[in-house]
């Protein structure tokens, strides 16, 4: 069997599937942020198949943006939940509301 | 030297980063010194004096030192005398927004060339003229900082800020276009907050902070609408380059510049405290005493004086904005002035009198004489800035006592003090031969000569009003001074055994600063033959416009002395009444006075209301903080219809009684209740909780791909 572009978007689209329901139920704030890596790799996976389909590199160079951009999300993303525990003493997204964003 | 014009700015620049890097260290090391020795709640006050208080005199006054001397080096390497005659030097540091070419064919003839904004310097006469008092006072008043903050635990925060605060607005005096002022302009903003909300773990001066920034928005925004319609108009932001394209075509442009001097001015406006945005500046006295000199009376305030006497070009094309910046400057100067008489805090009475006074220059400005405007700017800076530091002197010498009916007889206790704020207080109130008489008249003047075309009677009635303002203006500034000063001591005992003059660093830029005050004026002499040197100097930035002629009527002698008798038999009054009543009379005829006035007493007293009604109709109405209005936005438009109409309702019924209040509080509030039940349910939407948010917008995404597929 080869494995055509389609089987590339299945793994993809579930990927993304999991990180989504991973940001929308979880409750963890670590969790939260794993899901969002996945979410995105989900996107890269997606990015590279079509580059590679079409023959375009266009997608590699920016699945490379998404991957740097990820990473500067994780450190901001960690830096934040240091210091949402060390203010509230907890890892819980439900208690951090007060500003009602 | 005029090369090295590039250093002005950057000398305090360099000395916020040392002192606010080494403040940090030093307060990171004590915190954490202070966590080793088990105290976990020590939140960087430590009670120990300021650290490396050596380093921060030393950097954040020599900063200033230095790029004052620059800034006058580079003045006299042009020269004094080619400046006047219109030589000018720009200085391109680098190119900032390389736009492209300019393919747009506008309606009105700009120069269709190459978008850019640089980072440019500018150094012409009037830029000199800002720079020369702005490096010299603020040096001045670094110096006197060094006495005044001694004390303070935040000693290298203080400098640190200070420092921006200078970098800022030498970037605004320099700048060589719009955008380049405009980041300068945003600067000092911040810095004024910053430094307002010095003590920030005071309340009222965190508000006072908040208060003043969010003010200032209001005005920046339209200064940058203003900054939009120019590039719009012109294509570029240069200043040379649009002034002469302005200057030399007027009749092409002069009908946009209406609505872009009016948002311009809407900038000046908050900048600078007019009405009816001057609010915060009274407020903006809670930071400490040396910042309300430097940053809110002698250089930022008189930021908007500047930008509408650069743009001066702009406006005379359009009488209409003239007029408008005429007649919100007398008003904002009257306005104030009465305020003033009646306010019992030594810096709120200043603080008025600041506001009052940029009203005078806004005055001078709107009838066309902006070289009256910018002499007023200067002189007011000198005396200004020494009532201010006076204040701060007899401040520090009663322990923090602000109150004017807790001082009093203050005269033997710290000559230097009071001699020189006497002074300074005789050149405000515009005594003849000092700095503020020359720099009024010339004002009063130009208001009684100036004509509106759409509104013949105004002129006169602005110089009656200015007039009144000067006789205001030397009432309440002798009220201030027979209070503090005259009489019997009416602190506490243990107030008075600790007075004691200030020491020698503060007390030297006073004696400066009201020698400054004496001879300030001489730049602009009117009558003699010559004596005008500053009308001279500042000549070449007021070009005469392409088509029109320039009219040179020399106003009669005659004319110009009754002028001057005019004001000065006012002052005069008014210095003598303050005398009367308060130094001889010990405050008893204004006693009387409030008591057979008391509606007008308790108008003036709570300064006409306004700030309640802001409060009513904004900060009640549109939530108490951004945070709030995001997520009650429904509930808050409901309560602004009650709160502003309850406000306005009871300002006006409690000074005349013409409104009913409780028919119509009783009116609103059932329409609140009716209309609150109603919103009460859409705020449930807002949970502040982000999946929440996430999924509903997971779920809109995949109903509208849904429609898209099934319908498409």
């Known amino acids: 069997m080869t494995i055509t572009i389609n089987h590339y978007l299945v793994v993809s689209f579930l990927l993304f599937s999991i990180g989504l329901l991973g940001v929308l139920v979880r409750r963890n704030i670590l969790t939260v942020l794993m899901s969002v890596e996945l979410m995105l790799n989900a996107v890269n996976l997606n990015l590279i198949a079509f580059s590679r389909r079409l023959s375009d590199l266009t997608g590699q160079v920016f699945s490379i943006f998404v991957i740097t951009i990820a990473a500067g999300e994780a450190a901001v993303g960690l830096a934040l939940t240091i210091s949402l525990f060390r203010q509230r003493r907890t890892l819980n997204v439900e208690e951090a509301s007060s500003m009602r964003g | 030297m005029k090369d090295l014009l590039w250093l002005v700015p950057l000398f305090p620049l360099a000395g916020f980063l040392v002192n606010g890097l080494v403040y940090l260290f030093s307060r990171r090391t004590a915190a954490e010194s202070s966590l080793a020795a088990g105290h976990p709640q020590a939140h960087g006050h430590t009670e120990t004096g300021p650290k490396w208080k050596t380093l921060h005199t030393v950097v954040g006054t020599g900063s200033v030192a230095l790029s004052c001397l620059v800034a006058f080096g580079a003045i006299f390497d042009i020269g004094v005398r080619s400046l006047s005659e219109g030589a000018h030097h720009v200085l391109t540091l680098w190119r900032w927004i390389p736009l492209g070419l300019n393919q747009s064919t506008g309606q009105v003839p700009g120069p269709l060339a190459e978008w850019v904004v640089d980072v440019a310097l500018r150094l012409d006469s009037l830029s000199a003229l800002m720079l020369a008092f702005v490096t010299f006072v603020g040096f001045l008043i670094h110096v006197y900082s060094v006495g005044y903050m001694g004390h303070d635990s935040g000693y290298g925060r203080y400098f640190a800020y200070l420092n921006l605060f200078m970098f800022s607005m030498l970037t605004l005096v320099l700048a060589a276009n719009f955008l380049l002022m405009f980041v300068g302009w945003e600067g000092v903003g911040l810095c004024s907050y910053l430094l307002i909300g010095y003590d920030y773990h005071k309340k009222f001066a965190a508000d006072a902070g908040k208060k003043a920034f969010v003010v200032n928005r209001i005005g920046d925004f339209g200064f940058i609408l203003g900054i939009f319609g120019v590039f719009a108009l012109f294509g570029t932001l240069d200043f040379g380059k649009v002034f002469a394209v302005a200057a030399s075509n007027p009749a092409a442009y ?459």
């Open chain 2, 254 to 712: 002069a009908p946009y510049m209406t609505l872009v001097c009016l948002c311009l001015f809407l900038g000046a406006v908050g900048k600078s405290a007019q009405f009816p945005l001057y609010v915060w500046l009274p407020d903006a006295m809670a930071g400490p005493t040396p910042v309300s000199a430097l940053i809110h009376a002698a250089t930022m305030v008189t930021a908007g004086v500047y930008m509408v006497a650069r743009c001066n070009v702009l406006f005379r094309l359009s009488p209409d904005a003239l007029l408008v910046v005429a007649v919100v400057g007398g008003f904002t100067a009257l306005f104030a002035a009465t305020i003033g008489l009646v306010q019992n805090d030594i810096k709120k009475v200043l603080a008025y009198s600041t506001v009052s006074q940029l009203g005078y220059m806004f005055l001078a400005c709107g009838v066309g004489a902006f070289v009256a405007g910018m002499f007023h700017v200067v002189t007011h800076a000198f005396f200004k800035a020494c009532l201010f530091l006076g204040s701060g002197s007899v401040i520090h010498a009663l322990g923090g006592e602000q109150d004017l009916r807790r001082m009093g007889g203050l005269s033997r206790k710290i000559p230097i003090t009071y001699v020189t704020f006497l002074v300074a207080t005789f050149a405000i109130a515009g005594v003849p031969l000092l700095a503020g008489f020359f720099s009024k008249d010339a004002i009063l003047a130009a208001v009684f000569e100036s004509h509106f075309p759409r509104a013949p009677w105004l002129p006169k009635l602005l110089w009656t009003a200015a007039l009144f303002t000067a006789g205001l203006t030397a009432f309440y500034m002798f009220r201030l001074v027979s209070l503090a000063f005259y009489g019997k001591f009416r602190g506490t005992p243990e107030q008075e055994a600790h007075i004691q003059e200030s020491p020698r660093s503060m007390t030297l830029p006073l004696v400066v600063l009201a020698l400054l005050s004496v001879v300030g004026g001489w730049i602009g002499i009117p009558i003699l033959r010559g004596g005008d040197r500053i009308g001279e100097f500042l000549a070449p930035v007021i070009p005469a416009l392409a088509g029109a002629h320039p009219t040179e009527h020399a106003a009669p002698v005659t004319l110009e002395l009754a002028l001057m008798a005019a004001s000065v038999a006012f002052a005069t009054i008014g210095l003598l009444l303050a005398y009367l009543w308060y130094a001889k009379g010990e405050g008893r005829v204004p006693a009387r006075l409030a008591e057979r006035f008391p509606g007008l007493y308790r108008a003036l007293a709570n300064k006409y209301f306004v700030d309640e009604a802001y409060d009513a109709v904004l900060v009640e109405g549109l939530g108490k903080g951004g945070g709030r209005f995001l997520w009650e936005v429904d509930a808050t438009v409901v309560d602004l219809i009650p709160n502003g109409a309850a406000a306005a309702t009871r300002g006006a019924s409690s000074l005349s009684h013409l409104f009913d209040k409780y028919v119509v509080d009783g009116a609103v509030n059932g329409v609140a209740s009716s209309l609150q039940g109603g919103f009460r349910l859409l705020r449930r939407a807002q949970t502040g909780q982000v999946q929440n948010y996430a999924l509903v917008m997971g779920g809109g995404l995949f109903c509208i791909v849904a429609v898209y597929l099934i319908f498409r």
